[in-house]
């Protein structure tokens, strides 16, 4: 049996026939850059946030560089976040011409270690910024406590937590600014790349929307100098016809999981913790095991699809050896160790019952449990 780590087909096929009208109507309108699509999809996207405002984006990195320079983040700054993420976490930081300072992550989630933030807050700290890793939330509660305590400002990575919750509330506008991610992968994808900033602040939503467009404040009138950072009407007409399953995909991924935690519970790996303050998404379902290369060796071999993420902490990256990048004064143990263990197991809303048990029959058969 075949299971693909993830089928973009599976979900175009239960979709073509609104996805084709989506899509007509833009080219009917000429609407392609902006337009209705996409304001209509940053009306439903700031309200299924719980968000006052949503600017849409051409990624989700333009929505992280948005949101720092909204912030007014720049040259000589500090943004403290964490080494397990997409390389984009930390470009962005980079594209101000700030500095990414690396706390370390916490060991059964991955998301960024509270604990670990204090000591990295200098008189330079102009931002944090954690990632909601895997679809599970980072512990936002201490965490936007210990920033309002410093006068730091959260800008929130829920680049793959579309729908995730914090002790009830979504994620994404739990700080001063959240950014979304919708490149086809993500639990809510576009058919291209896009992406989305949220906020309560209608001040920076205003900056936000200025700089996506070339630093206009008016046609041809330019107050500041600003990006060509628009969202296409293609993908707001395709997110807009996306959206309404997002919660029944969501809730397909979390029966997954917890199949998976069940089934591997005497395997040996670690699963997936999921916090009691929290509703995670499932973007990933990832395992730890110091047996990874081998298992994903054999899962390979016997048709099922894995991935790594990431299998160098971010820090450690060729791109960061100039400036050399601050971390905590221990280093980064608990990255290090996801690094090396981690495997993200196929969990899609498009797999199918015996997938999901060929998966498990696999991964046990492979570990010898």
Known sequence: MNVPILDLKAQYAGLEAEIDAALRRVCRSSAFALGPE?????????AYCEAGHCVAVQSGTAALHLALLALDVGEGDEVITTPMSFFATAEVILYTGARPVFADVDRRTACIDVARVEELITERTRAIMPVHLFGHPADMDPLLALADAHGVPVVEDACQAHGALYKGHKVGALGRAGAFSFYPTKNLGAYGEGGALVTDDP????????????????????????????MTGFQGA???VKLPHLDTWNGVRRRIAARYTKALADTGVATPHEAEWASCVWHQYAIRTDRRDALQKRLTEAGVGTGIHYPIPIPDLEAMREPAPRCAPAGLPEAAAWAREELSLPIHPDLSDEQVEYVIKTVKRSLGA
């Open 38 to 46: 996409v304001e209509q999809f940053e009306r439903d996207w700031a």
């Open 238 to 240: 395709v997110l807009n």
């Open 203 to 230: 001040e920076l939503a205003e900056r936000a929307r200025m700089l996506r467009n070339h630093g206009q404040n008016a046609r041809y009138r330019h107050a500041r100098v600003g990006y060509n950072y628009r």
